[in-house]
């Protein structure tokens, strides 16, 4: 069964900053774009980053644009996400998401709290 272990959230600060790391296992990690996702209460899942196959290509929300950035490693079946400049409206769960397509595959982690505060 695959595996999406997600790690790195806590309480910080604003403007403090946090990195996210996302192991998967049971997977062709290679093969999948990997993402995170954010859910703040009462508020629809939304894709906070993406990341292709071969770390060649990202996509970012426009709120964090120029402040979180994601890689990937996939020698440690790893995603990351790097998150600067932490502001109150970034509290949220974290998700990791893996996805492929032909066949069709999306895989989710259990979530990380992320919440920004004084």
């Known amino acids: 069964q695959v595996q999406l272990v997600e790690s790195g959230g806590g309480l910080v600060q604003p403007g403090g900053s946090l990195r996210l790391s996302c192991v998967a296992s049971r997977l062709i990690f290679s093969i999948y774009t990997m993402g995170w996702y954010r859910q703040a209460p009462g508020k629809e899942r939304e894709l906070v980053a993406s990341i292709a196959t071969n770390g060649g290509s990202t996509n970012y929300a426009d709120s964090v644009k120029g402040r979180f950035t994601i890689s990937r490693d996939n020698v440690k079946t790893t995603v990351y996400l790097q998150m600067n400049s932490l502001k109150p409206e970034d509290t949220a769960v974290y998700y990791c998401?893996?996805?492929?397509?032909?066949?069709?595959?999306?895989?989710w982690g259990q979530g990380t709290q992320v919440t920004v505060s004084s």
């Open positions: 998401n893996a996805r492929k397509l032909s066949p069709s595959y999306n895989y």
